[in-house]
């Protein structure tokens, strides 16, 4: 079992920056670093979509969506068992509630179906 705590959410202006985080609690943040870790974004009245992904460390590699590829990078830091989703030059448009979620499989998956655990959720707002 894996429990994930998303923070780092907000409210932030179009063309700002926001760091969302995904952190492993307890004892499952032993097996953490070796799972493969996506975020994905729901905004109202829209289905959850992929953002981006990271693979197990080792098998270090990241996929990201066309919409924000070149603005967001995922990394993670092994020693914290965390998982980052840098988000630059945000639009309205990135609006929504971000997920992380993970897998018990070192690859990253861009299918939600893919993963097994997921977190509670953040919001964030691009006002324009």
């Known amino acids: 079992q894996v429990q994930l705590v998303e923070s780092g959410g907000g409210l932030v202006q179009a063309g700002g920056s926001l760091r969302l985080s995904c952190a492993a609690s307890?004892?499952?943040?032993?097996?953490?670093?070796?799972?493969?870790t996506g975020w994905f974004r729901q905004a109202p009245g829209k289905d959850r979509e992929f953002v981006a992904g990271?693979?197990?460390?080792?098998?270090?590699?990241?996929y990201y969506s066309d919409s924000v590829k070149g603005r967001f990078a995922i990394s993670r830091d092994n020693a914290k068992n965390t998982v980052y989703l840098q988000m630059n030059s945000l639009k309205p448009e990135d609006t929504a509630v971000y997920y992380c979620?993970?897998?018990?499989?070192?690859?990253?998956?861009?299918?939600?179906?893919?993963?097994?655990?997921w977190g509670q959720g953040t919001q964030v707002t691009v006002s324009s």
């Open positions: 979620a993970v897998r018990a499989s070192t690859v990253a998956k861009t299918s939600e179906y893919a993963y097994d655990y």
């Open positions: 307890g004892s499952s943040g032993r097996t953490f670093n070796g799972y493969g």
């Open positions: 990271v693979s197990a460390s080792g098998y270090y590699r990241t």
